[in-house]
């Protein structure tokens, strides 16, 4: 297996006037393909780390290497070529003055030839399903849409990893499956690594690999189903709540872990 | 006191001068009576944000009416019409942490009651009261609103709304990007504040959940249109229509038709919340 991204030993503190740490030894790596879904409460340090990873924040101590390329001040612009990034609030990015110059622009920055980059503008909107609006201006857009433009603009980029930062609390419940199917699907065609920090749990569930971060400091990672079991702090799937509750309630469900499959079965019992 | 809304035929859209694109809003016709709970669903694009904008007279209908209360907006208003609009519908948008902007939480929080007249020492008492209702203590009213972290901020921007005392609260997701349980800890802190004041609220979200657990009525949206009004059980009971719009079911209910389709078990009532199907299950005995 390639390794992708490793992250080793990450400390880093926003105000040097506190004793805790906003980050501190924080480890782990990520496989080529793999998706990694990193969740905790707000506050635990999960967007900091994102911006550790793109480096938009130095660290204290550690070292973060993509690629086998270890990020420095000088690596730095390399590793983002890498990186696809999308922020929580998308109105926070956008500079084009239409849909498609936003989409654009992160390929111009790449001197990209006019006809490779019309393909990929017209590939990523397409993904993103919002080809109609190409010619909207972003900022008229709806919060959602404007969620898409900019998931959009990172995927043109055809990076190797894209990194979300819960791209994807401001879209309806259909758009959010359609997109976490695209990105499933790229994930096995382009071989794309993802790391999405999110707080929905369907997000979650189909990622390969859990991170679990408190304060800081990652307390646990495991596939989704080891996590939903063992961190009871975090809302698991509707399935694994019922048998939750129903047990609270002296039924007599099995004690393991149940996907919603799982459940049914035994409701047909 | 509680405020009525009704909605006669708006249509309205971004664009300024002559040059007309299709209409943002088109013939939006809505009544919400006093009191009530409403969620606004619908796809992203289809006018749930430029709906609330209307309500507090932020965006103008080009055609049409929006009655607020005694208030009526409409294409060409006098001035003093929003000013009035304004002081009673309290607007929480998208990411209302965004603008925070004092030097402390307390000056960001009297901020908006002082604009309407309220004086510095009421304010002050103002906002210890609301910096309470929203579970802060009270000594992050000296700190500034930059030194808190997410969940604080939106709290923090809520409060600023609710020191205004409106009659109705306009909520633009207020969950987005909180953790599940501060998510619930808002909403919750809402719906207490909306029984209190007897206020009538209206809230966007995509969460179907929070549609089941918090709301009496559900207005569904598309196309700028109003396609839907309904009370809220009502709304969860017609499978085959929530298909055709493509809208979510809540967890609960969405288990109980696939319990109901495997065992052939028809359980005694439309469940809306996990509490309502553990009690069904347990009813008719198949768990």
Not at chain 1, 43 to 52: D, F, I, V
Not at chain 1, 112 to 139: C, G, Q, W
Not at chain 2, 138 to 164: C, E, H, N, W, Y
Not at chain 2, 249 to 260: C, G
């Amino acid at each position: 297996m390639v390794q992708q991204l490793e992250v080793e030993n990450l400390t880093f503190q926003h105000d040097q006037r506190l004793n805790s740490k906003t980050l501190s030894n924080v480890s782990f790596t990520v496989q080529k393909g793999e998706w990694l879904a990193i969740i905790g409460h707000n506050g635990s340090g999960k967007s900091t780390l994102a911006q550790l990873l793109v480096g938009l924040l130095v660290p204290e101590n550690g070292q973060i290497s993509a690629d086998g390329l270890i990020m420095t001040e000088d690596t730095k612009w390399e590793i983002r070529r890498k990186i696809g990034l999308v922020f929580q609030n998308p109105e926070n990015q956008f500079i084009g003055s239409t849909v498609q110059d936003d989409v654009a622009f992160g390929l111009e920055n790449l001197n990209m030839s006019y006809n490779e980059m019309k393909i990929r503008v017209d590939e990523a909107l397409e993904m993103v399903n919002m080809t109609r609006f190409r010619f909207h201006e972003p900022t008229n857009l709806s919060g959602g849409q404007m969620q898409r433009v900019a998931i959009a603009g990172a995927l043109a980029l055809k990076p190797s990893i894209l990194l979300l930062d819960e791209a994807f609390v401001m879209l309806d419940p259909l758009s959010r499956k359609d997109l976490l199917e695209t990105l499933e699907n790229l994930k096995i065609t382009e071989d794309l690594t993802i790391i999405s920090i999110t707080h929905d749990v369907n997000e979650t569930a189909v990622s390969d690999r859990v991170l679990v971060m408190e304060s800081g400091e990652v307390v646990n990672s495991g596939s989704p189903e080891e996590i939903f079991l063992a961190e009871q702090a975090i809302d698991p799937p509707f399935a694994e709540q019922l048998r939750r509750d129903l047990m609270a309630k002296g039924r007599s469900v099995p004690e393991t872990y149940m996907t919603e499959r799982e459940m049914l079965g035994w409701l047909c019992k | 006191m509680a405020m009525q809304v009704k909605f006669h035929n708006v249509a309205a859209d971004y664009k300024l001068g002559p040059i007309r694109q299709s209409f943002v809003l088109q013939s939006v016709n809505l009544a919400i009576s006093s009191g009530t709970f409403s969620a606004v669903i619908g796809p992203t694009g289809s006018g749930k944000s430029s709906l609330l904008k209307v309500l507090n007279g932020l965006l103008v209908p080009k055609q049409g009416q929006a009655h607020i209360g005694d208030q009526v907006i409409e294409k060409e208003n006098d001035k003093h019409v929003y000013k009035e609009v304004r002081k009673r519908v309290g607007m929480v948008f998208q990411f209302p942490e965004s603008q925070l902007f004092a030097e402390t939480v307390l000056q960001d929080i009297c901020f908006g009651p002082i604009n309407f007249g309220v004086p510095f020492e009421e304010a002050k008492k103002l906002a210890s009261d609301v910096i309470e209702q929203v579970g802060l203590e009270q000594d992050i009213l000296t700190k500034s609103p930059f030194s808190l972290s997410g969940g604080q901020k939106r709290r923090v921007a809520i409060a600023g709304i609710l020191a205004m005392n409106p009659d109705i609260l306009v909520l633009d997701e207020p969950g987005a990007g909180l953790d599940p349980k501060g998510k619930a800890e808002i909403m919750s802190l809402i719906l207490n504040w909306h029984r209190k004041k007897e206020m009538t609220t209206l809230l966007v979200t995509h969460d179907m959940e929070d549609v089941a657990h918090y709301a009496d009525e559900v207005i569904v949206m598309e196309n700028g249109s109003v396609v839907m009004h309904e009370e809220v059980r009502d709304f969860f009971s017609d499978d085959q229509r929530l298909e055709k719009w493509s809208l979510e079911l809540p967890n609960a209910r969405r288990f109980q038709l696939k319990v109901e389709q495997d065992t052939g078990v028809k359980l005694p009532n439309i469940c809306l919340t996990k509490n309502e199907l553990v009690e069904a299950l347990i009813k008719v005995g198949l768990a």
